[in-house]
Every structure is written in C-alpha cells, then in structure tokens.
C-alpha cells in the first residue's frame, strides 16, 4: 500500500515555544534527564488496537473513523494493509515500541487452526516490519473479551470448554509474543469477574483463575520465554465486578495462590480512578511492594463513570506518576503503553499524531518537573520529619518489635499530654506547583 499519513513526516521536537501541533514540545528523545535519556525513562508505545483498529463505535453510534485501510477487500489483506499502515505512523512518530492483542493483528477464520493461521501470516508481516523500523514489541496479549464465546468469562467461565479455548489463545498468544521479541505478556481479565453472585461459584473462579495462570507460568518457561509476566487490575467495566479489582486485591490474589514471584502490575491510570484510586495511589501501592512492572498511560473524565481512555493530558497527573516511576528506578521491561483513544470526534488522521504527541509532551513535562523535585528532596525531607517518633525511643521499639502492649500501657499512663503536628498539606501542594510551573 502506498503511503497512508500523506503531508506527514517524522515528527520533530520544536521546544517549549512552538505552535506547530505536528511537533514535540517537551518530548525530545535523546534530551539526557539524570543519567538517562527521555526515551529510555519514558519507553513510549502505541496501542495497536485503539489507534489501528479502533473506528470510534459507542453504545448509541456507528463507526466514525473511516481508515484508508479499512477499505472493503478481504479481511486478511485488510488486516496487512492496517500492518504496514501502523509501521508507517509509528515511524513517523518515532516511537520504539507497540503493543497488541492477537485478535487485532489477524482476524478470525472458520476454527481456531485457521485463526492460528491468519496469526502467522500477521506475525511474519509484523516481524518483518520490526526489522525494517526497528520498533519493538513491548507487550503481547490474548483478548479473550470479545467473541460472545466469552460470554461468562474465560478462565473463570462456569463453561470449562471455554476455560480450554482460553488456555489454548494464550498459549499462542505467548508463542508468537516470544517469536517477535515480546518483553512484556499482559493479562487483563475482561471478563474475569461476575454480573451477579446468584449464579456464581466465586471460589471456584477464583480457583481456576490461578490454575490458568500457573499453567501460563509452566508454558512460558517450557518455551524460553523471558518476558516479564504483568496482570493489569481493573475493577470493573465490562463487567460489573473484575476479580483483579485494584492493584491491593491483584496483590492478595497472588499471594494466596502462590504466584508472586512470577507477576507484576501493569496499572492504568483510568482503571485506579474507576476503582475509586487515584492514579498516583496505585502506582505508589505497586511500588512499595515490588510490583510496578508497567502503565498504560491515559486518562479518564472526572464527570463520567467510565473507561474513557483518554489521552493523557494533565501535566499534574503525569507529574505525580512519574515522580513514582522514578522512585520505582524506571519501568524497564515495562514502559507507557498509551491505552488511549482520540475521541469520536477526532476521526482524522492526523488527529491520531496530535493526541499521541500531547500526551508524549505530558509524560515528559511531567518527568522533568518530577526529576527536579525529587532532587531537590523537599517532599521526602518533610516526610521523614513528619515519621520522626519512630527513629528514637518508644516508636524505634515499636518498628523494631521490642514492643508490646503491657510496655506501650506502661508508657502512655506516664506520658504527658500528646502533641500532634500539621500534616501541611496545602504546603506540599505549594511545593509541587512552584515545580510544575517553573516547568
Ligand atoms: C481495557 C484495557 C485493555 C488491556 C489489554 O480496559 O485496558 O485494553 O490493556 O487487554
Ligand atoms: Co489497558
């Protein structure tokens, strides 16, 4: 196919003072921030199935966003035209990874060897472009969402055929996500979860959840692949209760089933806030516990109760994510996958290079700004202060379990009257916007 992002070319960093939407304000891959370049903290991809395949349907409207590739013809030569237009915009982007479901790259054929088929013919097109642009797979996963098979679910479907269909997915899901270099496999529960509790066995589910994903475990490791292992919580949407809620109960559910070494979290920022989080809450209770492996970064609307998955705008939000992704020491092997999409509105093509690039620009203002005030100290200097009873006397017997209650009791009957310290709060907040506006 001939070149689909005509007048386009590779996008450029222009700087802070430029007008031009086409270009990169703040985004400058190769700009050193601390010992490492902006691409390597940031280690941006594109979210083949929202740019690429998404067409802008809602529950109450048709497709808007009419592809050049998406012209009638048969749906495996559709499917290649879509390929080689999406290397086209990633180079031209200059981005240096991606991330796919296998039911995006290929479509379904009669039964699941011919669907296997269209996968290959896609995987050697796609592995045969990665060396053309050197662009690399970031993360590969299975939807196991869409076809009305998972009606009930797929590992957790009360349907043990369709727990065997979904076994079968991931299982070449993960072959052809080691085939083509994958360093990341992500499992997102779609429809992990229930409607209601009067028809669930919720233990059982449960139960075969984790069976599913030691399976997975033992399959990686038969076939080599190194890849890191990430669950992406969610809590709801589309159905109405997700067992991988939030990244606390992804973590518990790990625990218990014996699967923590093996999984990290990939959490998206508007998968927190439905959960009732902010984005920065579970991003900082991944990496306290040694689970942040990945982000899919975008958005959601305050005012609405959904997954909007929008582009990732507030420079505030990014600000405060970066800020834990640099206390986490990076992403590495995860990265920003941008699970966003332009909104229906938007049905342009260059509409789909103006969302990506406002968000690149957000990411990386928000890693400047947050790399200077980490430097600076100023919010970990006040913490400390604030945990200070816990470093000398009672509270260093207290961490350090020479404690207990009779002593405690002992203590407070002699102690005089408490006295507590401002939490600052409107402080703090003074400090990030000096950061965030000094820029
Ligand atoms: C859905 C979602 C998925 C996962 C991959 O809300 O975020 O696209 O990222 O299956
Ligand atoms: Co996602």
Redesign the pocket.
């Known amino acids: 196919m001939s070149e689909v992002f005509k007048g386009i070319d590779r996008i450029k960093y222009e700087g802070p003072d430029s007008r031009n939407p086409l270009a990169f304000k703040h985004y400058n891959a190769d700009e050193l921030v601390g010992d490492r370049t902006m691409a390597d903290h940031l280690r941006f991809a594109v ?1 083949y ?1 929202h740019t690429f395949t998404g067409k802008g349907v809602d529950p109450f409207g048709a497709a808007t966003m009419i592809r050049p590739w998406d012209q009638p013809s048969n749906p495996l030569d559709q499917a290649k035209e879509r390929m080689i237009a999406a290397f086209e915009f990633m180079s031209k982007l200059g981005v240096q990874y991606f991330c796919f ?1 296998d039911r995006d790259i290929a479509p379904e054929g009669e039964n699941l060897r011919e669907t296997n088929k269209n996968l290959d013919v896609m995987v050697d097109l796609a592995k045969q472009l990665m060396e053309d642009t050197g662009i690399k797979l970031l993360w590969g ?1 299975a ?1 196991l969402f869409n076809h009305p098979r998972y009606v009930h679910g797929a590992a957790t479907s009360c349907n043990a055929d369709v727990f065997a269909y979904a076994a079968a997915q991931v299982k070449k899901a993960l072959e052809i996500t080691k085939e083509l270099g994958g360093e990341n496999y ?1 499992f ?1 529960g ?1 429809r992990e979860g229930y409607e209601t509790l009067l028809n669930t066995n919720m233990q059982l589910e449960l139960d075969n959840f984790a069976r599913f994903l030691h399976m997975a475990v033992d399959y990686a490791k038969e076939i080599g692949f190194t890849g890191q292992f990430l669950i ?1 919580p ?1 809590p709801k ?1 589309p159905t109405k209760h997700q067992y991988d809620f939030d990244a606390a109960s992804v973590h518990g559910f790990l625990l218990k089933y014996g699967l923590e070494e093996h999984f990290k979290l ?1 959490i ?1 920022a508007n ?1 927190a806030t439905l959960a009732g989080h902010t984005f920065q809450h579970d991003l900082h209770y991944a990496r306290i516990n040694g689970l942040l492996g990945s982000v ?1 970064a975008n958005q959601g609307d305050l005012l609405l109760g959904w ?1 909007t ?1 929008q582009m990732p705008t507030d420079i505030y939000t990014t600000t405060l994510a970066m800020y834990e992704i640099l206390k986490n020491g990076g992403l590495q092997p995860g990265g920003l996958n941008f ?1 966003c999409k332009v909104r229906r509105g938007s049905f342009e093509l260059d509409d789909l290079f103006i969302g990506h690039i406002v968000g690149f620009d957000a990411f990386a203002y928000g890693l400047k700004v947050a790399h200077k005030l980490l430097q600076s100290g100023e919010l970990e200097q006040f913490v400390e202060n604030r945990y200070a009873s816990y470093t000398s006397g009672i509270g260093k017997q207290i961490v350090d379990g020479t404690a207990d209650f009779k002593q405690l009791e002992a203590y407070a009957l002699q102690m005089p009257e408490i006295t507590n310290q401002s939490g600052r709060q409107e402080v703090l907040e003074s400090i990030i916007n000096r950061y965030l506006l000094q820029g």
């Open positions: 979210a199935w479901h996963t939807n992500v997102w779609g992406e969610k949407e990939n998206e998968h899919d997954d998955d699970d």
